[in-house]
């Protein structure tokens, strides 16, 4: 069952179990609105500090390109996937008079789509700041082109992934129109398939990415703290109050472990190089009266060292 499915069976139990009373109903659909509401205004909010810390940096330097494409494609194909396998729900949901608890999984569905469309365009804004030629200047006109092509080819895929979103999009409504009630579930079973696999994967490109800088640098913790939470805030919410199984939580643990993992590297790092810092300034205070230090340079296991 999916997701739209189990919302409104959830709906449908609350107001027609027997064993609850009026009282507990209502009480646990308010539960029910408050938390997924305070996800989708969560969702909207959480991408706020990303957003702030590229315009601020003016460089997307530490985000990695692959993981908000397979981001983008993932809940695309979530967002499509879901409205095809509730079809006729949606469809008949005026006749069942249901249409809110229908639709408002969906809108929920929607939220991170929007946000990683929106960090999408950021990072082509501002991945100029990355590879820009005017720090380059002067150097081996090979660097120069080198860094141009970097930058030409990603602006490229840009255009490449907005055609190929809207080619799935079109190609999702055609069978929507034309197909069966089985042609279209079975599209939106195979939409979801890829949609889960690109959520598990979307992660292992800035994992690797920050372990190469061993540093943040545009990637914002906050932002990534938030999503981690709010995964763990989802998997509580779609297992406990809307009962679902361990194959449709498992996308958000994977992916709350994930950004967890990255914001652990990161501080890591950020520890690492402070107590490096720190040991150069004490080894600076240490050669200060010394006649050498004068020349600003010591040699430390043969290795020529700048203080």
Request: aromatic share 14%; net charge positive; proline share 1%.
């Given at each position: 069952?999916?997701?739209?499915?189990?919302?409104?069976?959830?709906?449908?139990?609350?107001?027609?179990?027997?064993?609850?009373?009026?009282?507990?109903?209502?009480?646990?659909?308010?539960?029910?609105?408050?938390?997924?509401?305070?996800?989708?205004?969560?969702?909207?909010?959480?991408?706020?500090?990303?957003?702030?810390?590229?315009?601020?940096?003016?460089?997307?330097?530490?985000?990695?390109?692959?993981?908000i494409i397979f981001g983008v494609y993932s809940c695309?194909?979530?967002?499509?996937?879901?409205?095809?396998?509730?079809?006729?729900?949606?469809?008949?949901?005026?006749?069942?008079?249901?249409?809110?608890?229908?639709?408002?999984?969906?809108?929920?569905?929607?939220?991170?789509?929007?946000?990683?469309?929106?960090?999408?365009?950021?990072?082509?804004?501002?991945?100029?700041?990355?590879?820009?030629?005017?720090?380059?200047?002067?150097?081996?006109?090979?660097?120069?082109?080198?860094?141009?092509?970097?930058?030409?080819?990603?602006?490229?895929?840009?255009?490449?992934?907005?055609?190929?979103?809207?080619?799935?999009?079109?190609?999702?409504?055609?069978?929507?129109?034309?197909?069966?009630?089985?042609?279209?579930?079975?599209?939106?079973?195979?939409?979801?398939?890829?949609?889960?696999?690109?959520?598990?994967?979307?992660?292992?490109?800035?994992?690797?990415?920050?372990?190469?800088?061993?540093?943040?640098?545009?990637?914002?913790?906050?932002?990534?703290?938030?999503?981690?939470?709010?995964?763990?805030?989802?998997?509580?919410?779609?297992?406990?109050?809307?009962?679902?199984?361990?194959?449709?939580?498992?996308?958000y643990l994977i992916g709350g472990i994930?950004?967890?993992?990255?914001?652990?590297?990161?501080?890591?790092?950020?520890?690492?190089?402070?107590?490096?810092?720190?040991?150069?300034?004490?080894?600076?205070?240490?050669?200060?009266?010394?006649?050498?230090?004068?020349?600003?340079?010591?040699?430390?296991?043969?290795?020529?060292?700048?203080?």
């Amino acid at each position: 069952m999916s997701f739209t499915d189990q919302y409104s069976h959830y709906s449908y139990k609350m107001v027609n179990a027997n064993n609850s009373t009026d009282t507990d109903n209502k009480s646990m659909s308010i539960i029910g609105n408050v938390m997924v509401w305070g996800l989708i205004l969560g969702t909207l909010l959480s991408y706020t500090p990303q957003y702030y810390k590229i315009y601020k940096s003016k460089t997307t330097k530490g985000v990695s390109e692959k993981s908000i494409i397979f981001g983008v494609y993932s809940c695309l194909f979530n967002v499509l996937g879901t409205i095809q396998q509730d079809y006729k729900r949606i469809h008949d949901c005026k006749k069942n008079n249901n249409c809110y608890d229908t639709w408002i999984p969906i809108v929920q569905l929607c939220s991170p789509f929007l946000c990683m469309i929106a960090l999408y365009w950021f990072y082509l804004s501002y991945v100029s700041g990355e590879y820009s030629l005017v720090t380059l200047a002067g150097k081996d006109d090979s660097i120069l082109v080198s860094t141009y092509l970097k930058r030409l080819s990603i602006y490229r895929r840009g255009r490449y992934n907005l055609f190929f979103s809207i080619a799935i999009t079109t190609i999702s409504l055609i069978i929507n129109t034309l197909g069966g009630d089985h042609s279209i579930t079975l599209c939106g079973e195979i939409f979801n398939i890829i949609s889960a696999i690109l959520s598990v994967v979307m992660w292992i490109p800035q994992i690797i990415k920050t372990y190469e800088l061993k540093s943040a640098h545009a990637l914002s913790l906050v932002a990534l703290s938030i999503h981690s939470f709010g995964c763990f805030v989802t998997i509580f919410y779609q297992s406990v109050i809307m009962k679902q199984n361990f194959l449709v939580i498992s996308n958000y643990l994977i992916g709350g472990i994930c950004e967890g993992s990255i914001v652990l590297m990161a501080l890591y790092y950020k520890r690492k190089k402070r107590i490096y810092k720190n040991q150069l300034n004490a080894l600076s205070d240490e050669f200060s009266g010394d006649h050498y230090y004068n020349t600003n340079v010591y040699y430390s296991d043969n290795h020529l060292v700048t203080l």
